[in-house]
């Protein structure tokens, strides 16, 4: 069975452009969350999704972050336009019903120069 | 609002000796526990959980965990750790089943031959 895919591993860009990110769930996984590191510091929330709802966006920091879940399958993380602060790791995780078991990606880098 | 403290950002140990790491919490409501492990270039994976069932907890790999209400911890212990223990490890504590996880600032963990 294949795991939480992250797109990409790494990515390196200028302040003011635009990056997108990309989290396959495990399939059947209805729920699909996004979290953050930043910087060494603790691992935050930013959004869940339930299929191809957002049910909870609390934690997105402003409107420069835009998710999408296409179908509630894939999700999509953009970044527009990207400031220094936005560097960190991104983890995506997705779960079958409930909070049992939380399955995470590898995470994507992103550095923002 | 919820919290977590992990005490000590780098915990070293020599092989075969006792692995205990430190989580405090702090929850207006019964928690939901967690202690999630991150292996190099690896996702986060469940260790263990505390969903209000028996205190002490074991999990995958030996590692246990035991629930404490009246000192507010969840403190990680293994009697004698490997090699192969070397990661970084993040508690975490969630309001219920299906509610974000609000994680600490981690611990990584260095195992000395």
């Known amino acids: 069975e294949a795991g939480v895919t992250q797109f990409p591993s790494h990515s390196v860009i200028e302040k003011g452009q635009t990056v997108t990110l990309r989290c396959d769930p495990i399939?059947?996984?209805?729920?699909l969350y996004w979290y953050r590191r930043v910087m060494g510091k603790e691992i935050k929330f930013l959004l869940h999704?339930?299929?191809?709802?957002?049910?909870?966006e609390s934690g997105m920091p402003n409107n420069r972050f835009l998710a999408e879940r296409t179908g509630g399958t894939y999700s999509t993380l953009k970044v527009q336009p990207a400031e220094l602060e936005d560097s960190g790791v991104y983890f995506c995780?997705?779960?079958?019903?409930?909070?049992?078991?939380?399955?995470f990606g590898s995470g994507t880098q992103l550095s923002v120069l | 609002a919820q919290s977590v403290t992990q005490l000590g950002s780098h915990v070293s140990v020599s092989e075969g000796a006792l692995v205990l790491l430190r989580c405090n919490y702090s929850?207006?409501?019964?928690?939901?526990l967690f202690w999630y492990v991150q292996y190099p270039n690896q996702g986060l994976q469940l260790l263990l959980k505390y969903t209000s069932a028996a205190t002490l907890v074991k999990g995958i790999n030996g590692f246990e965990a035991e629930f404490k209400k009246s000192e507010t911890s969840f403190h990680l212990t293994k009697p004698s750790a490997h090699m192969s223990d070397a990661a970084e490890y993040f508690c975490?504590?969630?309001?219920?089943?299906?509610?974000?996880?609000?994680f600490g600032t981690g611990t990584r963990l260095a195992v000395r031959p």
């Open positions: 995780a997705s779960s079958q019903v409930i909070l049992e078991k939380l399955f």
């Open positions: 929850s207006s409501v019964p928690p939901y």
């Open positions: 399939s059947g996984h209805d729920n």
């Open positions: 975490a504590v969630s309001r219920s089943s299906g509610d974000k996880l609000t």
């Open positions: 999704f339930v299929k191809e709802s957002k049910q909870d």
